[in-house]
């Protein structure tokens, strides 16, 4: 069946340090990309998002690059901030009209 | 609009209790999305709505699980005879679909927590 595996936290890194969250998919047919984020005491909320091979989402800083080949989309910022401290979950929205998430990546920068 | 409503936010009960959970969407949504979501892990796909009808429903849901969404427009989500394991934050979402470039795109409520004692 469909899933998804990401990278996992906790994450602590120090202000403008760089940063990755490995995520890998397996999904029937052609699906979208998104990476969501959650902030400490909100909902989750879209972060950046890509439909179809090499396209490249980008939002606040974060990058990530749908590769078709590899089946992953890593999420990447080059200058992290304490304000990027979240849980970021990777999420392909699948061949059967559904979006499933990642455990999710917990991020924590310090200042 | 102001989004994705859920109600109630909070939810405690006893085991074998019945509770129920109300999702208004965005009024332009045809998509509505149930998921659960426990501590530390990434939502759990529950069921979807498609307009009125619900067009898939998580293998893992149990009989004791039902949804529905009589308009098209609110949904609600029933649980009957609750369980200690129910206890989860309730995730409600929607979306269109189509080849806008905002199709697929999850506005997620607020979530409604339930506490099973």
């Known amino acids: 069946g469909d899933s998804v595996t990401q990278m996992e936290g906790p994450v602590t890194l120090s202000e403008e340090a760089f940063l990755t969250i490995n995520c890998t998919y397996t999904?029937?047919?052609?699906?979208?990309l998104f990476w969501y984020v959650q902030y400490p005491g909100e909902g989750l909320q879209l972060l950046l998002k890509a439909t179809k091979a090499d396209d490249k989402g980008s939002n606040k800083g974060f990058e990530a690059t749908y590769r078709k080949e590899t089946t992953s989309f890593h999420l990447e910022k080059g200058s992290v901030q304490v304000s990027d401290s979240a849980v970021y979950f990777c999420a392909p929205h699948t061949g059967g009209f559904k979006t499933i998430f990642g455990a999710g990546t917990r991020l924590f920068v310090k200042a | 609009d102001t989004g994705v409503s859920q109600d109630p936010r909070h939810k405690i009960t006893k085991r074998g209790q019945n509770v129920t959970f109300r999702c208004d969407p965005i009024s332009e949504h045809n998509r509505l999305y149930w998921y659960r979501q426990t501590l530390g892990q990434g939502p759990e796909f529950l069921t979807y709505f498609q307009n009125e009808a619900q067009l898939e429903k998580s293998r893992l849901l149990s009989d004791r699980f039902s949804a529905e969404r009589p308009k098209g427009s609110f949904s609600t989500l029933e649980i009957q005879r609750t369980e200690q394991g129910d206890s989860a934050m309730y995730l409600c979402?929607?979306?269109?679909?189509?080849?806008?470039?905002?199709?697929?795109?999850?506005?997620f409520g607020a979530g409604s927590r339930l506490t099973v004692l």
């Open positions: 999904a029937t047919g052609y699906p979208s």
């Open positions: 979402a929607s979306s269109t679909a189509g080849p806008s470039s905002g199709a697929n795109v999850l506005t």
